[in-house]
């Protein structure tokens, strides 16, 4: 994933936190060190971390915003709203 950011530009990013390899905050940590426009690509954490301690994890990561799955189709277009849209 890190590769794409890379080699092409995303309005926005919906990141799963528990992936193989790099998780979403290694992900998300990475991504903004690209810095620049690439850098500052809106990430959206998508996932089953529901605890506050889990939101303020992915925010202090560099994420947007957090929601929780199962998603709320509101909440999911809000934050693309505020975020990409």
Same mark, same amino acid.
């Given at each position: 994933? =890190?590769?794409? @950011?890379?080699?092409?530009?995303?309005? &926005?990013?919906? %990141?799963?936190?528990q %992936?193989?390899? %790099?998780? &979403?905050?290694? +992900?998300t940590e990475a991504i903004r060190a690209l810095g620049g426009k690439r850098g500052s690509i809106p990430i959206i954490a998508m996932t089953a971390n529901a605890f506050e301690e889990d939101r303020?994890? +992915? =925010? +202090? +990561?560099? %994420?947007?915003?957090?929601? @929780?799955?199962?998603?709320?189709?509101e909440v999911m277009l809000n934050a693309l709203g505020i975020f990409i849209i």
């Open positions: 994933m =890190l590769e794409a @950011v890379r080699e092409d530009y995303y309005d &926005g990013i919906l %990141m799963d936190i %992936m193989p390899n %790099m998780n &979403g905050y290694e +992900a303020k994890k +992915a =925010l +202090a +990561a560099g %994420m947007n915003a957090h929601i @929780v799955k199962p998603i709320d189709i």
